[in-house]
């Protein structure tokens, strides 16, 4: 009988934490962004009509009334304000400095991001001003999805101006906005993006 007693005691021993651990472990909030929100509208209860929903959660971290600091992107599509900071900036040619890339996660979300890439006629190799180019690729990326949430494609247009460029320092403030593709084929329309970044 003491047999069994001190065998139930070392199961107890050994089950129980483990137990406690599986219920106690972390989990990650992902984002909702690129999910068609107007389908999930429709499969409430609500018997009403679908009014306008955006495309995006709002984010208190994205105030469209605020400068843009240096380090930092935003844009508009839709109803939806989206902004966040840039982890990697800087000239993808070599030492033709006549190409860039801005890449960077979104505020609220570090599972989504923007990543735009510029190919100029001139270099930045002196201070420059409005310089624009439709030879542009931007993607709104989300990391556990298959397809971008927003893409651009060569068949619509998709600009990005360099307002300015001041070669002592490398930072860059520019403009973007175009046609872009969400993940289902239908087009989107991006507007007021703004960057301001150090090229190096």
């Known amino acids: 009988m003491k047999i069994i007693k001190q065998y139930h005691f070392l199961v107890l021993a050994f089950i129980l934490p483990i137990l406690l651990l599986q219920n106690t472990g972390c989990y990650k909030d992902y984002s909702i962004e690129g999910i068609d929100t107007t389908r999930m509208a429709r499969d409430t ?20 009334e605020s400068d843009i600091s240096i380090g930092h992107w935003n844009f508009k599509t839709g109803n939806s304000f989206l902004c966040g900071g840039v982890t990697n900036s800087g000239f993808i040619g070599g030492y033709s400095k006549k190409d860039f890339t801005v890449f960077g996660p979104s505020a609220c979300s570090v599972d989504t991001g923007l990543v735009i890439s510029a190919y100029l006629d001139v270099p930045l190799d002196q201070d420059r001003y409005n ?3 439709f030879q542009t690729a ?4 989300d990391n556990h999805a298959p397809k971008d949430i927003l893409i651009s494609l060569p068949t619509e247009p998709f600009v990005i ?23 289902n084929g239908d087009t989107a329309i991006v507007t007021d993006g703004k960057f301001k970044v150090q090229l190096k």
């Open 131 to 133: 310089l624009s180019t």
């Open 161 to 183: 101006t360099v307002q300015s460029f001041t070669y002592a320092t490398g930072i860059a403030i520019g403009s973007f906005s175009g046609t872009v593709f969400k993940a």
């Open 138 to 141: 931007f993607y709104y990326y």
């Open 45 to 64: 209860a609500s018997s009403g009509p679908v009014g306008i929903i955006k495309a995006f959660p709002d984010c208190a971290l994205c105030n469209p």
